[in-house]
Structure formats: structure tokens, C-alpha cells
């Protein structure tokens, strides 16, 4: 997957974490479990796609970047 798109995925994940974590403070708290749930899902997506991106901008060009 190339950059762009990792790093397009990673904001709408970050931007799901944010409302989540906004839409947490208003919930009554008998729902909060669900939408507790939720956000550790959302986090869990948001912190798994930033190791991926961090992997991809460590790793080695594969169009010759590595020529003398």
C-alpha cells in the first residue's frame, strides 16, 4: 500500500478516535461500554496503521535507492 493511501486511512482513523472520544463525554452512562468499545477499536486501527506507515517510510526505496 503506498503512503498516500496509508496516510489518508490513518486521518479518517484519527478523526473517528476524536468524535468517538468527543461523543464519549455526552453519553449517558449506561451506553458508555459499547462506545468505550468502539474507541478502543478505533485506537487499536489508528496505532496499527501508524507502525504500518512508520514501516513504510523506514523501508528502502525499491526503485534503486540503494545504487552507488
Given amino acids: 500500500m503506498s503512503i ?8 479518517r482513523a484519527q478523526r ?5 472520544e468527543r461523543a464519549l463525554q455526552e453519553v449517558p452512562f449506561d451506553r458508555r461500554s459499547d462506545l468505550e468499545d468502539k474507541l478502543r477499536q478505533a485506537r487499536a486501527e ?16 525499491p526503485r534503486g535507492g540503494g545504487r552507488s
Fill in 4 to 11: 498516500r493511501l496509508l496516510a489518508r486511512d490513518l486521518y
Fill in 16 to 20: 473517528e478516535v476524536e468524535r468517538l
Fill in 46 to 61: 489508528r496505532t496499527r496503521l501508524r507502525r504500518v506507515m512508520e514501516g513504510q517510510k523506514d523501508a528502502p526505496s
